[in-house]
């Protein structure tokens, strides 16, 4: 059975990038382009193994995000997927799991890297 990633990002063609790579890495990939709709997803469909966040979302942001999935699906590991040059992990998300070894900062030049991530989260390897 092929790993099930739900990406969340509000930017079209990092969701198709993302997709499509992944997709070629033998994963399945649902989208979604807010945080309401991720949430809306996962209340419908609680089997994904990993969810890529964007942390700057129109309306509901990653970290409120990444919460309310959590609690929807608790076994759900996340990678954090940002443009945003200052970010840094809060101590909220490292309390559920995320560290750096989840944090990839946009533009991703080798998607490897992150495809590596998703694998080793999904099966516990991370």
């Keep these: 059975m092929s790993l099930?990633?739900?990406v969340v990002d509000d930017e079209p063609f990092i969701v198709t990038g993302l997709q499509v790579f992944l997709e070629d890495e033998g994963?399945?990939?649902?989208?979604?382009?807010?945080g309401e709709e991720a949430v809306d997803i996962a209340r419908n469909d609680s089997s994904f193994d990993v969810?890529?966040?964007?942390?700057r979302l129109p309306g509901m942001n990653g970290d409120t995000t990444i919460h309310t999935l959590h609690k929807i699906c608790p076994g759900l590991k996340f990678i954090i997927h940002t443009g945003s040059a200052d970010y840094r992990i809060p101590d909220d998300l490292r309390a559920i799991g995320i560290d750096e070894r989840q944090f990839f900062a946009k533009p991703l030049?080798?998607?490897t890297t992150l495809a590596e991530a998703v694998a080793a989260l999904a099966s516990g390897r991370d």
């Design 4 to 6: 099930r990633v739900l």
């Design 27 to 34: 994963m399945q990939v649902d989208s979604a382009g807010s």
């Design 109 to 111: 030049m080798d998607m």
């Design 51 to 55: 969810c890529i966040m964007d942390m």
